[in-house]
């Protein structure tokens, strides 16, 4: 994957390859020529003459004029890559791939918290009292003066609607034209139990002022319901990602990332953009990487001495990495300049079902309408609120009431003249959260048997479709909350921790991105001199790998080392595997003290004669080598 920029990484690439004095200029190259010289003017000891046509080893008339090279070992290892940069110098290095980047995964719950606070208290917070009206007025928020209906007021608006369903409470719940609704005139006229609203209280388990589903139980819905179904979020929807991109673009990106995607309506609205000052002016990164490539000397058979890059990674995990980050290392990975409280302005959606969505109720089947049972609950109830889609807000409702009364038990018997017989009875379990009214000769059609979960939201249903100033019809009362410096979550000291384990699970990318293809500037040598794994130079024969991407694998039809000028497979010399050198792909040999004879075919089926001298018994840090073609 090449960055957007070409001459960065061919500039980075040279210079974490080549020793400091190559990053100057000093890059001698080797004589094809012929005339005897090693590339930098030294002369060479030989047993024959470099120009003449009686080279030395065997058949001396079938091979034509020797050049003479060196081949240096470059034990030097190179300066350390040092980046400082601020937010337009990382938004230029990195370009398109910075998307490619996971900077930080952030924690959702408290922006969800945060958010579904802010939107239950957007018309006041009257609504916390003991008291049968909860006194919304929108006005009194910017939030709330943003919510228009058809007639242009907030009275009439789905986002107050949705508002009066998170804010009711036992004390202040309106239940007309729901199943429940004739329990309530029963209960408040007789003032059977203290009133209706103690006796949602008891059975719920729940204070009077306290929300039927309350932000905790709403938080898990949304992030199962909503975020976990994105494409762009996924899991459990416990964490959003935040990727390079995103944090350079002040979060700008969210808008299209978090929205409408295929049968997903989205998390966020189009039409506004989503914005967050993260990374603030003063915004540094720093990062030190250590150079894994290892320049080599080499020779094209067929032109001359060549240089190629490669990688010797020692350090793992990957051992493929041409820069080594340490991201965990504060002296060698650092960000600052990041905002103290990032927060993010956003507009918030939520879309609801088309039509009603009906309880399962009065059949002991019922019982079996749950999640778990999936298959099930689509084949028997298809309009159930577990069959739907469920990014739709009944099914959030629904997911966050079983949340909260998952394992309610309870059973209670409310006396009239003081007797069970003319009262009510309400039982809620076997199994938990299977709720049933026994009401003396059925007096107010009380509500069939059903989950508590099921209730609330046909109670939800009503209210988001009949606000105080004219009805909501099915399927338009999709609600959208903008809202402004809604707090992320997290700390610029935390979002400086937090990238380290990101970036490093992500430190062999970062490399390639940095980098680009570095060895399109190799040479195209067909053998090179290098240590192995063990620190013991080798010959190795080159491989496709070695060069550009995109070069054949079968490039070389008969790679390898021999002893004879047949280049046959009774005289190879060379192996895949040898001693410790660590590397199993590379035809290699490891030469002997004084001179060696070999015998190589190039990409073109050519073949050549190589007359190796190494010096010395000790570690032969520079070797010579005479090469001739067969004629």
Request: charged residues 20%; hydrophobic residues 35%.
């Amino acid at each position: 994957m090449a960055p957007r920029s070409t001459t960065l990484p061919v500039l980075l690439a040279l210079c974490v390859a080549l020793p400091t004095a190559s990053c100057g200029g000093d890059d001698p190259r080797g004589s094809a020529d012929g005339s005897g010289t090693d590339g930098t003017g030294g002369t060479l000891p030989t047993t024959g003459d470099a120009t003449s046509d009686t080279p030395t080893g065997g058949g001396a008339d079938d091979f034509g004029p020797e050049s003479e090279f060196v081949l240096r070992l470059n034990d030097k290892p190179s300066d350390p890559l040092q980046l400082n940069m601020n937010k337009a110098e990382v938004a230029e290095l990195f370009g398109d791939t910075a998307k490619d980047i996971a900077l930080i995964e952030v924690e959702s719950k408290t922006l969800l918290t945060q958010t579904l606070d802010t939107i239950k208290n957007a018309c006041g917070t009257a609504w916390t009292a003991d008291d049968p009206d909860p006194k919304h007025n929108c006005d009194l928020t910017e939030l709330g003066k943003t919510f228009k209906g058809p007639d242009n007021t907030w009275k009439s608006s789905p986002e107050y609607s949705l508002i009066r369903i998170l804010t009711m409470t036992p004390a202040n719940s309106k239940v007309k034209g729901t199943s429940i609704a004739g329990m309530q005139g029963l209960a408040d006229a007789l003032g059977i139990g203290g009133g209706f609203a103690q006796i949602l209280s008891e059975s719920l388990g729940i204070a009077r002022t306290e929300e039927f589903i309350t932000t905790p139980e709403l938080v898990l819905a949304l992030q199962r319901n909503l975020l976990a179904t994105h494409p762009a979020v996924g899991g459990d929807g416990s964490t959003l990602p935040v990727n390079l991109e995103d944090a350079l673009k002040d979060l700008t990106t969210l808008t299209t990332k978090l929205g409408p995607v295929g049968p997903h309506p989205g998390i966020l609205a189009p039409g506004f953009q989503s914005f967050s000052e993260v990374l603030t002016a003063d915004f540094r990164m720093m990062a030190e990487a250590d150079s894994n490539l290892r320049l080599l000397d080499g020779i094209d058979l067929s032109v001359g001495k060549d240089y190629m890059s490669t990688i010797v990674d020692l350090t793992g995990p990957d051992f493929d990495n041409a820069l080594e980050f340490d991201f965990e290392d504060p002296d060698k990975f650092s960000i600052t300049g990041v905002a103290d409280n990032p927060t993010v302005d956003m507009r918030f959606a939520v879309r609801e079902h088309a039509t009603f969505i009906n309880s399962c109720a009065g059949d002991e089947a019922c019982k079996q309408n749950l999640p778990e049972n999936e298959a099930m609950v689509k084949a028997m109830w298809p309009g159930s609120a577990w069959a739907i889609d469920k990014w739709l807000l009944e099914a959030v409702v629904v997911t966050g009431g079983r949340e909260k009364y998952k394992n309610r038990m309870f059973k209670k018997c409310y006396e009239v003249l003081f007797t069970c017989a003319l009262g009510a009875e309400v039982s809620i379990g076997p199994p938990s959260g299977w709720a049933k009214f026994d009401v003396f000769l059925d007096l107010g059609n009380p509500p069939k048997d059903q989950y508590v979960w099921e209730l609330i939201n046909e109670v939800a249903q009503v209210a988001l479709h009949t606000p105080p100033s004219g009805d909501i019809p099915e399927g338009q009362a999709n609600v959208e909350f903008t809202l402004f410096d809604i707090p992320i979550g997290i700390t610029g000291p935390q979002v400086a921790e937090a990238v380290r384990p990101f970036l490093q699970q992500q430190a062999g990318k970062i490399s390639e991105l940095l980098l680009g293809d570095y060895k399109k500037n190799n040479g195209a040598v067909d053998f090179y001199y290098r240590r192995g794994a063990d620190g013991v130079p080798y010959l190795f024969f080159v491989t496709a790998e070695d060069l550009a991407d995109g070069t054949p694998a079968d490039l070389y039809k008969n790679p390898g080392f021999f002893s004879c000028p047949a280049v046959s497979a009774d005289c190879k010399v060379s192996t895949l595997e040898l001693g410790d050198a660590g590397d199993t792909t590379h035809e290699k040999v490891k030469l002997a003290p004084g001179e060696t004879t070999l015998y190589l075919q190039d990409d073109t089926g050519e073949v050549y004669r190589a007359a190796f001298n190494v010096q010395g018994s000790g570690d032969p840090v520079e070797i010579g080598v005479r090469v001739a073609a067969k004629k």
